[in-house]
C-alpha cells in the first residue's frame, strides 16, 4: 500500500515558514503532480515527505503508520533526484545493485529485480556501461531504475526530465507515464512545467508561497480554477483577463458588460454576485474566435506552429496584452483590427476583492 496523508503540516527554516498548514491525501497507484512557479515550495515538500527534511509541525502517515520519526530507509520511498546522482566509476548494473547490496539482499533477488528494471527502461543493452558512456536519457532512465529496483511503496520524482532537451523530454515523459500505468505504483512528481503536469497526472496539487492552492484533476483545474492564481498558471498561453461589470442576473447566469458594447451571459450563480458589482471575466486563448461580432483586437505579432497559431495583440485603446488562438496557420497583418469573441459557455468569472472564482451554478469549490 502506497497512501499518504499529510494533515497540518508547517515546514519553517527559523523565522522563515515555507510550507503553512499543508493537509492533502494521496491514495494508493495515484500518479500526483505538485507544481508551482520557483520557490513555492514543492521541492520541500517533497523533501519533507521523503524524510530528508524534518518538519516544524504537523502529521504524514504513510499506509497507515506515523512516518515523522522514520529515516528516509525505513519509509519504503525511493527518490529519483534533478541530477541523476549515478556513481561515474560505476557501471550501470552496480548502480542499481549497489542500494540492494547495503541492504544485504541476496545475489539472486538482486539480479531478478535489475532484470526486470533494465526490461521496463529498455537499458539491457547498457548494463556494463559507465554512466559517462550514456545519453542524458539513458541516465535518467538508469537514476529511475535505481528506484524500481527497490520495489518502494511511493515514488519521488523531484524534476527528473529539467536536464534533457525538449524531444528526450516527450521521450522521458511517456516512459514515465507508461511505468506507472505497469507497476500501478503511488508516485509523487514534482515539476513547474504545466505540460508535464497536465498530460501526467491524475491529480495536480498548486502550491504557492508553500500554500496548496487547489487540488484536482489537470481538467477539473483548467476547467474549473478556484481562483485567479490557478487560473493564471495552469494553461499555456495563459488565460486572458479582462475587467467587467455585472449589469443584470437571472436563471440562465450572469450577464456581464466588458466594454465595446459587448454584453456576455456568464453561466455562474448568479446569488453570488450582484448588479453593478465590478468582476475580472477570463477567457482562454482557445476559447477566442473571429468573429464578425465582439471585442476590438490590434494584432501585435503571430507565433505560427504549422498546425496552430498564437497571435499576441491588445484591445483598442488598451495596453494588456491579450493572447488568442487559432488552428492551423493563420497570418494576421501587424496592426490589423480583428473581432474577437468568446465560445459560448467559456466566460470564467472572478471577484477582484478575493480573487477567488465565482461559482458555476451547483457548483461546490473545494481547495483539497
Known sequence: ?????????????????VLHDINLTIEDGEFVV???????????????????????????DMSG???????????????????????PHMSVRKNLAFGLENL??????????????ARMLAIEPYLERKPRQLSGGQRQRVA???????????????????????ALRVQTRAEITKLHRDIKTTMIYVTHDQVEAMTMADKIVVLNAGRIEQVGSPLDLFDHPRNLFVAGFLGSPRMNIFKGKVVSRSAEGVVIDLGYAQYLTAKVDPSSVSDGQPVLAGVRPAHFKVSSQGLPFIVQYYESLGTETYVYGTLEGQSEQVIIH???HFAPQVGERLTIAPAEGRLHVFDPQTSLAVPNFGEVRRVA
Open 1 to 17: 500500500m502506497g497512501d499518504l496523508k499529510l494533515t497540518n503540516l508547517n515546514k519553517a527554516y527559523g523565522a522563515l515558514a
Open 34 to 60: 505538485f507544481v508551482g512557479p520557483s520557490g513555492c515550495g514543492k521541492s520541500t515538500l517533497l523533501r519533507v515527505i521523503a524524510g530528508l527534511e524534518d518538519i516544524t509541525s504537523g502529521g504524514i
Open 65 to 87: 503508520r506515523d512516518v515523522r520519526q522514520l529515516s528516509p530507509a525505513e519509509r519504503k520511498i525511493a527518490m529519483v533526484f534533478q541530477s541523476y546522482a549515478l556513481y
Open 104 to 117: 544485504r539482499f541476496k545475489r539472486e533477488e538482486i539480479e531478478s529485480r535489475i532484470a526486470e528494471a
Open 144 to 166: 529511475i531504475g535505481r528506484a524500481i529496483v527497490r520495489e518502494p511503496d511511493i515514488f519521488l520524482f523531484d524534476e527528473p526530465l529539467s536536464n534533457l532537451d525538449a
Open 326 to 328: 487559432q488552428p492551423g
